[in-house]
């Protein structure tokens, strides 16, 4: 089992720019594909970006393509969200999850595949 804990939401000006960081407990973390989903109010969890447990393979929603980069650092068993170019329209609760994966270079993009979610962090853009 893994707890995840993101920070580094926050409240920023359109244009700007938040790194989001999700910590994950234990010694297992290699083991674990991991994603980014957000959720704004009144509208449903959608997949952001994802990341396979070797970190060569990541994945995006059309919609951050350029703007958002995932990475993860094994030796901090922590997984991030670089977001720059920020809009209002990026307003969320950003969640890390967790899903664990035989393959090296497998990435998950289908919440009902994750196995463990942090309790997000919330991020504001002002227009």
């Known amino acids: 089992q893994v707890q995840l804990v993101e920070s580094g939401g926050g409240l920023v000006q359109a244009g700007g720019s938040l790194r989001l960081s999700c910590a994950a407990s234990g010694r297992t973390f290699s083991t674990y594909a991991m994603g980014w989903f957000r959720q704004a109010p009144g509208k449903e969890r959608q997949f952001v970006a994802a990341?396979?447990?070797?970190?060569?393979?990541?994945d995006y929603v059309s919609f951050v393509k350029g703007r958002f980069t995932i990475s993860r650092d094994s030796g901090k068993n922590t997984v991030y969200l670089q977001m720059n170019s920020l809009k209002p329209e990026d307003t969320a609760v950003y969640y890390c999850?967790?899903?664990?994966?035989?393959?090296?270079?497998?990435?998950?993009?289908?919440?009902?595949?994750?196995?463990?979610w942090g309790q997000g962090t919330q991020v504001t853009v002002s227009s």
């Open positions: 990341i396979s447990r070797s970190g060569t393979i990541t």
């Open positions: 999850a967790a899903g664990l994966r035989d393959n090296h270079y497998y990435i998950i993009n289908k919440s009902d595949e994750y196995n463990f």
